[in-house]
C-alpha cells in the first residue's frame, strides 16, 4: 500500500491486519510475518500446499499452516508399499512384504476352507444319518481332499503360492 493508497485519521488505529513498516525482501519458499508486540518483520519457511511423506509409514501428509517442514518427514515419496527410511533414503523391506503377502495368503486359505467346510455340511450329515447317495459319496470327498490340500500348503514360501482347483473346477475339465 502506497502513502496515497489509504488515508487515516489522526489518533485512528490502522486498519486490522497492517502495519507502518514495509516488510522486507522475500526470497522464495518464505513468507513475511509482522509480529505486532514486538513491531517487527520476521521471514518463516512456507511449505503451505506441499507434500510430504512421514517416515515412521512413508503416508503423505499435506502442510496446510506456516511451519518447518514437520519432524518426521521428507520431501521424497516412498516408491512402493512396503518401502521404510533408513535415515537417508527410501528402501524395500523385503521381511514387511513377506509378512504382509503371507497374512493375504493366509486370509485366502481360510475363506477357501470356509467355502468348502460349507458344500459338505449337508452331505456330511447325510453320511452321519446313512442316507448319502453313492454320487453324493463321492463329491463328499473330493471336497474333503481338496480341505486338506488347502491344510496342508505351505504358504510361507518366497515363490508364488499355487492354489489347488475348486473341485468344480475340476469335473468341468
Not at 519457511?45 to 496446510?64: K, Q
Request: proline fraction near 6%.
Amino acid at each position: 500500500m502506497d502513502k496515497s493508497d489509504a488515508y487515516i485519521l489522526p489518533h485512528n488505529d490502522l486498519p486490522a491486519n497492517c502495519a507502518l513498516l514495509p516488510p522486507p525482501e522475500i526470497p522464495a519458499g518464505h513468507v513475511a510475518v509482522f509480529d505486532e508486540r514486538n513491531a517487527e518483520w520476521s521471514l518463516a519457511e512456507d511449505h503451505r500446499r506441499e507434500i510430504v511423506y512421514d517416515i515412521r509409514n512413508g503416508s503423505p501428509v499435506l502442510i496446510t499452516q506456516l511451519c518447518t517442514t514437520p519432524k518426521h518427514t521428507v520431501n521424497i515419496a516412498p516408491s512402493g508399499q512396503y518401502d521404510k527410511w533408513n535415515g537417508s533414503a527410501w528402501v524395500k523391506d523385503e521381511n514387511a512384504e513377506k509378512i504382509a503377502h503371507l497374512e493375504k495368503a493366509i486370509t485366502k486359505r481360510d475363506y477357501l476352507i470356509d467355502m468348502a467346510c460349507t458344500m459338505i455340511r449337508e452331505w456330511h450329515s447325510e453320511l452321519l444319518l446313512g442316507s448319502i447317495s453313492d454320487e453324493d459319496k463321492n463329491k463328499l470327498q473330493i471336497w474333503i481332499d481338496y480341505i486338506k490340500a488347502l491344510k496342508s500348503m505351505d504358504l510361507t514360501s518366497d515363490s508364488c503360492v499355487i492354489w489347488p482347483m475348486l473341485p468344480d473346477e475340476k469335473s468341468s475339465d
